[in-house]
């Protein structure tokens, strides 16, 4: 049963049922009350106790074991759930974790971070939540519904422009890699997403035909990419690898390639993930029409084309002329 006195100006509830002993103290009467009710209840159903002593870590730390590998992101997610490991908020209980809380944490993490990658972070924090709450059986609530989120910016137009093509690719040749020049041609000529060029294996290539299966993808449902002559060509001079990808690069040795390459190209502000937004782009220049572009990049949604389709206003232009 439960007990509700006041001591020192706050309300303390203790509740004893079933051998299970716990006590917590409020500012208001309601909250000790709602409070002793709610855990008599749990502990009538069996749920886990022990929650004033479980931090955010732990929530975190067993999201990253049960959860995270599950996730087609797993790898990403991996290195991101462990630099929340670090961070203040996660050593919080979850108990004490309030909107202040997530909300300081918020505000520091804009400091270091786009915002993008701040509501990345928000997001993974609430989903690690309510999966404590509704599969684990913890009493908790989720402060990161309660915070503004950080606006999404805008979406990127970021093109190659004048020579920096041929910049890039120069510095991809003189790479220490082999495998980033293909890579970047491929990524330019395909419009595929940098995982999807990663993961793919010569079982799914299709050179006669003029096509790749990706049975992998980040909407889930599968597709084939036609090939052009050019995409060809490169998987054609391509050596096979043990491992049977196409590929075979890691996605965090890729990022500091990548980064080596553009520094040598002097070209400042592209993104591995920009080469998509440029093929993308370039399938419309081309002539093709919005459906036909949604096929090659696996696109579901056709308004995310307009994000990626920046066509140069010269040669629109010509058609007009």
Known sequence: MATIDKQCGAWRARVRRNGISRTKTFTRKSDAADWALETERSIALGLPQGDDSVTLLSILQRYAQEITPLKKSAPQESIRIRRLFKSGVAAVRISDLRPSHIAQFRDQRLKQVSSSTCRLDLCLISHALDTARKEWGYHIDNPVSDIRKPSLPKGRDRRLEGDEEQRLLDACIRSTNHRLFPLVCFAIETGMRRGEMLSLEWKDVHLNQGWVHLSDTKNGSPRDVPLSPKAQ?????????????????????????????????????????????????????????????????????????????????????????
């Open 233 to 321: 060509a490169i998987l054609t001079d391509l050596p096979h690898d043990l491992s049977g990808r196409v590929f075979p690069v890691h996605f965090e040795a890729l990022k500091g390639l990548w980064r080596r390459a553009t520094r040598r190209a002097g070209i400042e502000g592209l993104h591995f993930h920009d080469l998509r937004h440029e093929a993308t782009s370039r399938f419309f220049e081309k002539g093709l029409n919005v459906m036909e572009v949604a096929t090659i990049t696996g696109h579901k949604d056709l308004r995310m084309l307009q994000r990626y389709t920046h066509l140069r206003a010269e040669d629109l232009a010509v058609k007009l002329g």
